[in-house]
C-alpha cells in the first residue's frame, strides 16, 4: 500500500476535517476558562488522538474485512469480562483494570466504532433486497445488535444502550427493511412500555424519569436552565459568566458544558454550534447517495451521522431540561479523553474506507 498515493489525498473527505476542527478548537478554549489544568489535560488527550487518527487511517481495513466479526467478538468479551471483574464507580460496573498500564477502560466506548463496523460489514456481505430486508434477516441484523445492548445496559448503563440501539436499528431503517417490520416494533414497543418501565428499568433510572416529568427539575437541571437563560442573545464575558465561575453550574466542562457555552456566546450560539453540528450529520447521511454500492461506507457513514445526532441531542435535551440526565457526553466537545479518543477513531476509520475505496475488495478477500 502507497500511503502518499495521489487517489488516497483525492479521495479523503476534508470538509469532515473542516466541519470538526472548530469543535475542538471552541471545546478547548472553554474548558481553559473554566480550568486550566483540565485544558492541559485535554491538550494530552488531542495528542493522543491525532497518534490514534493517523494508525488507524494507514491499517489496511478494507484488505482485511474478515477479521472485523473477531474485533466484535472480543469486544463483546470485553463487555462479558465486566460482569466478572469490572470496577465499580458511583454504582455502575463499567470499567476494567488493565494493571500493566495502571489504568482502567470501558468496553462499552471501546465497542462502537467496531459495532458499526460490524453492521457494515454484514451488511456489505448481505445486501437488503429491492423492498427492503424481510423478517428473517431483521433478526438475524437484530442478533449483533441486542448482544451488545444488553449487555451495556446490565452495567448499567442505558443511556450508552440506547444510543447503540437507536444507532443500529437507524442504520437497517437507512439501507432499507420492510415497513410492516418497523410497524409491528412500535405496536410491540407500545404495549409492553408498561412491563418495561415496572420491571425491568432499575429504581435510580425512574428516579430520573421522575425528575424529568416533576415539575420541578433536579438541582442540576435549575442551574444549567439558569446559566443558559442570563446568556441571553449574544451571551456574557467570561468574568461575568457567574453561574459557571462561581460554580453554581455544575460539571460545566462535561456534561453540562452547553449550558456554558450558552452563558458565554447567547441564543445565538447556540444556534450556530447545533447548526455545525447539523453540517457534519447531513454531509455523512449524504453519503448514501454517493456510494449506493457501496455498503460498507454507507451503514458506517450512518451510524457515524447517527451517532453524533443521538448524543448530541440527548446531552442538549438534558441540559434544556426535557430529557433525563444520563450522562451523555456532547461529542468533541465535552472534556474528557475516551469519548474523544473513540469518536476521532470512528473518523479515522471513516476516512479510511473512503481514502481507500478505489481498492478492489474482491481481488484483496481472494489473496486471504
Excluded at 79 to 108: C, D, M, N, Y
Excluded at 173 to 185: D, E, L, M, S
Excluded at 235 to 256: M, R, V, Y
Aim: proline share 5%.
Amino acid at each position: 500500500m502507497r500511503l502518499f498515493d495521489k487517489r488516497i489525498i483525492s479521495h479523503f473527505d476534508y470538509l469532515l476535517i473542516i466541519f470538526v476542527l472548530p469543535l475542538i478548537f471552541l471545546s478547548y478554549h472553554l474548558i481553559g476558562e473554566t480550568n486550566e489544568q483540565l485544558a492541559n489535560k485535554q491538550l494530552f488527550y488531542y495528542s493522543i488522538s491525532f497518534f490514534a487518527f493517523f494508525v488507524v487511517f494507514i491499517l489496511p481495513i478494507r484488505k482485511k474485512l474478515r477479521m472485523i466479526p473477531t474485533l466484535y467478538w472480543i469486544g463483546i468479551a470485553l463487555l462479558v469480562a465486566v460482569e466478572f471483574v469490572g470496577i465499580s464507580k458511583l454504582g455502575a460496573q463499567r470499567w476494567i483494570h488493565i494493571p500493566i498500564l495502571g489504568t482502567t477502560i470501558q468496553p462499552s466506548e471501546l465497542i462502537k466504532p467496531i459495532f458499526i463496523l460490524m453492521l457494515g460489514y454484514l451488511i456489505q456481505q448481505r445486501p437488503p433486497p429491492k423492498n427492503g430486508y424481510k423478517i428473517l434477516d431483521f433478526i438475524y441484523f437484530s442478533f449483533y445488535i441486542l448482544l451488545p445492548f444488553i449487555l451495556i445496559a446490565k452495567e448499567p448503563d442505558l443511556g450508552t444502550a440506547l444510543v447503540l440501539l437507536f444507532v443500529g436499528y437507524g442504520i437497517l431503517f437507512i439501507i432499507g427493511v420492510n415497513w410492516k417490520i418497523w410497524a409491528t416494533i412500535i405496536i410491540v414497543v407500545g404495549i409492553a412500555s408498561p412491563f418495561i418501565y415496572t420491571y425491568l428499568i432499575k429504581d435510580y433510572q425512574k428516579k430520573r424519569i421522575t425528575d424529568f416529568i416533576s415539575e420541578k427539575p433536579s438541582y442540576h437541571v435549575q442551574q444549567s436552565i439558569i446559566a443558559i437563560g442570563s446568556g441571553g442573545l449574544t451571551g456574557k464575558l467570561s468574568e461575568d459568566a457567574t453561574q459557571t465561575q462561581l460554580k453554581f453550574l455544575p460539571i460545566a466542562t462535561s456534561d453540562f458544558i452547553f449550558a456554558y457555552f450558552v452563558e458565554r456566546y447567547g441564543f445565538l450560539g447556540a444556534i450556530g454550534l447545533i447548526f455545525l453540528y447539523l453540517l457534519i450529520i447531513m454531509h455523512l447521511l449524504t453519503m448514501n447517495y454517493f456510494f449506493k454500492d457501496d455498503y460498507i461506507v454507507r451503514a458506517f457513514a450512518s451510524g457515524l451521522g447517527l451517532l453524533i445526532f443521538f448524543n448530541m441531542s440527548i446531552n442538549i435535551l438534558m441540559v434544556i431540561g426535557f430529557a433525563p440526565v444520563v450522562g451523555i457526553p456532547l461529542p468533541f466537545f465535552s472534556y474528557g479523553g475516551s469519548s474523544f479518543i473513540n469518536f476521532i477513531v470512528t473518523f479515522a476509520i471513516l476516512e479510511n474506507l473512503l481514502a481507500f475505496r478505489y481498492m478492489n475488495l474482491y481481488n484483496y478477500e481472494r489473496k486471504l
